[in-house]
Structure formats: C-alpha cells, structure tokens
C-alpha cells in the first residue's frame, strides 16, 4: 500500500480487460491504460501507444517507472495480453516506454514503431531489428485498417536536468499519433510543449490530453493545455498522464484533473474512464 503522506489525485479504479477486448470486432474502441498508456482496436487492429504495464515488485507494489510506487494498478498487465499488431512510442522516456514490459511484448510478435531514438532504446532492450520501424516524424503509415499519422513533437525537459543529461531531445526525437479509423479521429500528442501545428488539428474527434500543472518548457503547461482543448471545440476529451503512480512532488505525474474541468468549454465533451473502461468510438456521422 501506497503511504499517502502527501494528497495526490488517484486515477479510478481499473476495470479489467479481458481477452475479448484483444479479439476482432465490429467497432473501433479505445481503453485508457493508466498513466500515458492507450489501447485502440479497430475492427480487430490492436495498437499499443506508450504502454507501462508491469511492475518491477509485487508487493508492495512498485511500478518499473523509476521505481516509484504504483498508485493505479494497470487494468492488464503486459504478460497477460492476448494479442496486440502493433505498439507504438512517442519517445524513449522510461514513464511511456518501460523496458520490463518491453520483453513481455516481444513475446507477442508485435511490430514496434518510433523515432530513431525509440529504436535505439528497443534495440538496447533486446527487440530484434526486424520488429522495429523506426519513423520520420511527420510520417503517415498503416497498421491493419488504421491510418497513423504522426504529428510534432518538442519535448526537452533535460534542459531542467543539464548536469545528470546530457543529452537534451530534439524535436525529432519525439512526436505525437493521429489515428484515421472508420468510425473518427483520434489523437494522442505525446510529450510535448505547445507548437503552432498543434492548433492545426481541427479535424480530431477524440483528443487524450495531459493538463499537468508544469513548465511549459517541455509539456503543454495546463494553460496551454486548456488553450488547445478550447479551440479544438468540437474534440471530446480523455485526461490521462496522471493518477497512476504515487509521486506528489513530480507534476508530470501528479497533476489533478479537478482543478481544469471547470475550465473547458462545453464541459460534457470530457470523457471520465477508469483504466480499462472501453470507449466507444462512434464520430461517423458527426460530419
């Protein structure tokens, strides 16, 4: 058990995902995974985005991020998924792409997508290079019946930490992914600071978006965030990159949804899944 010295909002608790939410089916839905993790399916094409799904101890818990305490367990863990085509990184940070669930994903014959930089550290993970398809960053690609779309990226945040990195991200080191399916638009922006490309996509029905209260030096910052939330008017909303692990002194993990809802338009456009929660994805006739 996690000692809740400190308050830090708390994710719901998960739903359970079962072997059917891996199998085919007739609709496009998305799960969120706790922290930055997303899992799409459409029509039976099963995308990983950024997964952290093992722990590095059992009890207490201890996720493999950092070796912090897990505050939200997953709603799967990565060796029980069934089956998954695809899993997909926004960069190389270990809170998005965690190397013990990594080797559990090898074990899937799934296809891994990134930058360079993603490749280098699943290379180093032990991922064989014939499983890794490393990407430009303004790339458009498909996997089974859905059209990926990566967008800009910037997410620097060694400029904080110059004497422990050395090396500071470039911009194309990181990027964000836009998924074109039968039924809308998804879109999951990545670690980012605010770009003006961003505001460019007007076209997205379903937005995941990370509020935290940070510099906007290498996140959005929430008043960026709440910026590109409000003009993109028409998006619904999941807040995620938060809850999951028990850090109350890491913004990038400890942000508290709570105090931005108040401050989107059109409230009734955010969408408050527990990890695991299917969503479905049903924006056909919005145009």
């Known amino acids: ?33 706790t922290g930055a993790g997303i899992f799409l399916n459409s ?46 990184y926004t960069h190389a940070d270990a809170d998005h792409l965690g190397a013990l669930t990594v080797k559990e994903l090898i074990k899937k014959d799934s296809v891994f997508h990134g930058t360079d930089k993603v490749k280098e550290r699943l290379l180093e993970i032990g991922v064989v290079e014939e499983k890794i398809i490393s990407h430009n960053t303004e790339d458009r690609f498909k996997i089974g019946c859905v059209e990926v779309q990566m967008t800009p990226a910037d997410h620097p945040w060694q400029m904080d930490y110059p004497d422990t990195q050395p ?27 605010v770009l003006n490309e961003h505001f460019n996509n007007t076209d997205v029905d379903l937005l995941f978006m990370d509020f935290e209260d940070n510099s906007p030096l290498h996140h959005f910052g929430t008043e960026n965030a709440l910026r590109l939330a409000n003009h993109l008017k028409q998006a619904d909303i999941i807040m995620f990159h938060w809850g999951t692990y028990y850090a109350p002194g890491k913004p ?36």
């Not at 719901?12 to 089916?25: I, K, L, Y």
Request: glycine share 4%.
């Open 1 to 33: 058990m996690v000692n809740e010295g400190a308050y830090q909002a708390k994710a719901p608790d998960p739903v359970p995902m079962t072997r059917e939410a891996f199998g085919r089916t007739n609709d496009t839905a998305v799960y969120w995974l």
């Open 43 to 88: 029509y039976g094409t099963t995308i990983l985005i950024d997964p952290i799904l093992s722990l590095a101890s059992d009890n207490p818990p201890i996720s493999e991020v950092e070796d912090t305490p897990q505050y939200t367990m997953p709603p799967v863990f990565a060796k029980d998924i069934y089956r998954v085509d695809a899993v997909l």
């Open 167 to 193: 090396y500071i991200y470039k911009p194309e080191d990181c990027c964000g992914f836009k998924f074109y399916t039968r039924n809308g638009i998804i879109w999951d922006p990545g670690d980012t600071r």
């Open 252 to 287: 990038w993990y400890a942000t508290d949804p709570d105090k931005v809802r108040d401050r989107i338009e059109r409230k009734e456009r955010i969408l408050n899944p527990h990890p695991g929660e299917k969503i479905h994805v049903d924006y056909k006739n919005r145009r």
